[in-house]
Nanobody, 123 residues
Framework: VQLQASGGGLVQPGDSLKLSCELS????????MGWFRQAPGKEREFVAC????????YYADSVKGRFTISRDNAKNTVYLRLNSLKPEDTAVYYC?????????????????WGQGTLVTVSS
């Protein structure tokens, strides 16, 4: 399984971005998909995750109401829409795929990780 993340960049506070992550090598519908991030000098943390459909979606409290996770199973791609960005959202964002039996925010339950895409929020 390979995960290819893209869409990061340098934006100003209040701006929006849409991150994408394409999975290849196995059927996309086998996997829960998650987004995590790692800010400079900090540990990697959970951002959002979803199972096959939108019936099960979790968000970190810090992004709830601003970020939206979605997936297009026909395109083998998971997305993360980032709205109302803040400087504290600056981080490398990673997508991950896992086969845990339920939707999960725990990194240990994800088997495959993308290379990360950098989001920088600065005026």
């Amino acid at each position: 399984v390979q995960l290819q993340a893209s869409g990061g960049g340098l934006v100003q506070p209040g701006d929006s971005l849409k991150l994408s992550c394409e999975l290849s090598g196995r059927p996309f519908t086998n996997y829960n998909m998650g987004w995590f991030r790692q800010a400079p000098g900090k540990e990697r943390e959970f951002v959002a995750c979803m199972r096959l459909t939108s019936a099960s979606i979790y968000y970190a409290d810090s992004v709830k109401g601003r970020f939206t996770i979605s997936r297009d199973n026909a395109k083998n791609t998971v997305y993360l829409r980032l709205n109302s960005l803040k400087p504290e959202d600056t981080a490398v964002y990673y997508c991950a795929a896992g086969t845990y039996y339920s939707n999960t925010a725990h990194q240990v339950h994800y088997d495959y990780w993308g290379q990360g895409t950098l989001v920088t929020v600065s005026s």
